[in-house]
C-alpha cells in the first residue's frame, strides 16, 4: 500500500509507526511531507520513510493520502494538492469539525474521502478513532481504511452526524483523563506517597479499570458497585464525587467540546 502523510507532527507520527509495526505499510511505502525541514527530516530518521517538501509529491506517490495537519490550514493546503488528486486516491482527515460536505466543496470534484477523528494514545498503540465515509467510498476503500487505522489502536465506523460526539468522547477525553490522572497522585502525594510512585498507582489504576470495562463487557456501574463495599472507603468517595458533581462536570465539559467542535 503506498501510503501518503501531508503533515508530519504528532499525530502523523504516532500513526506512522503503528502502521510500519503492524506491517500495514512498509517505510519505503510511505512517503510524508512537512514544510519544517526540521520535523520531516525526524520522521525520517525514525522511521526510515521518503520525505519531501512538496504535498503535490506525496499526492503523486501515494494510493492513500492522510490530512495530517491542523483544521486551520486545510482549506489552503487543499488548495494546493486538488488537482494532483484524482478518482482513485482516498483521502483520509483527521481535522475535528471538517464535514465531508466542507471537504468536498473545498476539492471542487468527486473525491473519495473519509473523515476520521483519532486520538493522542495512538502514540503508544492505543488509540480510538471513529470514522465515516462519503458516497465515492467503495467497501473496499473501506476495508483498506480501517487497516490502517486499525494499526495504532481500534477504530469504529460511524454516522457523520455522530463524529462531533465522538470528538468529546474520544478525540479529546486524553485531556480528561491525565487531569484525573494528576489529580488523584496529587492527593496521593498529600498521602505520603511519593510523586513518581503515585502516578504510577493512578496511572495503572485507570488502564486497569478501562481494560475491566472492554474485557468484561460489564456495564461500568456494575464494576463500580463491586467495589463499592457497605459502610466501607469507595462509597464514600463515590459520595462526596457526586456531592462536587464529578459526573455532570465531565458531562458538562463533553457537551461543550462536541459544541466546540461543530463550529470549527
Known amino acids: 500500500m503506498k501510503l501518503g502523510f501531508i503533515g508530519t ?14 506491517h500495514i505499510a512498509a517505510p519505503e511505502e510511505i512517503i510524508g511531507a512537512d514544510p519544517f525541514a526540521p520535523g520531516r527530516e525526524r520522521v525520517k530518521e525514525k522511521y526510515g520513510i521518503r520525505v519531501t517538501g512538496d504535498n503535490n509529491e506525496v499526492v503523486k506517490n501515494a494510493e492513500v493520502v492522510i ?71 467503495t467497501d473496499g476503500d473501506m476495508e483498506k481504511a480501517l487497516s490502517i487505522l486499525n494499526g495504532f489502536g481500534k477504530a469504529e465506523l460511524v454516522p457523520e452526524h455522530m463524529m462531533d460526539a465522538v470528538v468529546a468522547v474520544s478525540g479529546s477525553s486524553p485531556a480528561y483523563v491525565f487531569m484525573l490522572i494528576e489529580a488523584m497522585a496529587d492527593a496521593a502525594v498529600s498521602g505520603g506517597i511519593p510523586r513518581n510512585q503515585a502516578y504510577k498507582f493512578a496511572a495503572q489504576a485507570v488502564l486497569g479499570s478501562a481494560k475491566m470495562v ?16 457497605p459502610a466501607g472507603t ?31
Not at 223 to 228: A, I, P, R, W, Y
Request: net charge neutral; with cysteine.
Open 9 to 22: 507532527g504528532n499525530m502523523a507520527t504516532a500513526m506512522m509507526g503503528g502502521i510500519i509495526e503492524n
Open 67 to 137: 490530512l495530517s495537519v491542523k483544521p486551520q490550514f486545510y482549506a489552503d493546503v487543499i488548495a494546493g494538492i486538488r488537482d494532483s488528486v484524482t478518482d482513485s486516491h482516498l483521502i483520509i482527515t483527521i481535522a475535528p469539525g471538517k464535514t465531508l460536505a466542507w471537504l468536498a466543496e473545498q476539492f471542487q470534484k468527486p473525491v473519495k474521502i473519509v473523515r476520521t477523528m483519532p486520538n493522542t494514545p495512538a502514540m503508544v498503540g492505543e488509540g480510538m478513532t471513529g470514522a465515516c465515509k462519503n458516497a465515492y467510498v
Open 214 to 229: 472492554l474485557e468484561t463487557g460489564r456495564h461500568p456501574g456494575e464494576l463500580k458497585d463491586m467495589v463499592c463495599s
Open 234 to 264: 469507595t462509597i464514600e468517595s463515590v459520595r462526596v464525587l457526586e456531592e462536587k458533581g464529578f459526573r455532570s462536570a465531565v458531562i458538562e465539559a463533553m457537551k461543550k467540546c462536541e459544541e466546540i467542535s461543530k463550529s470549527l
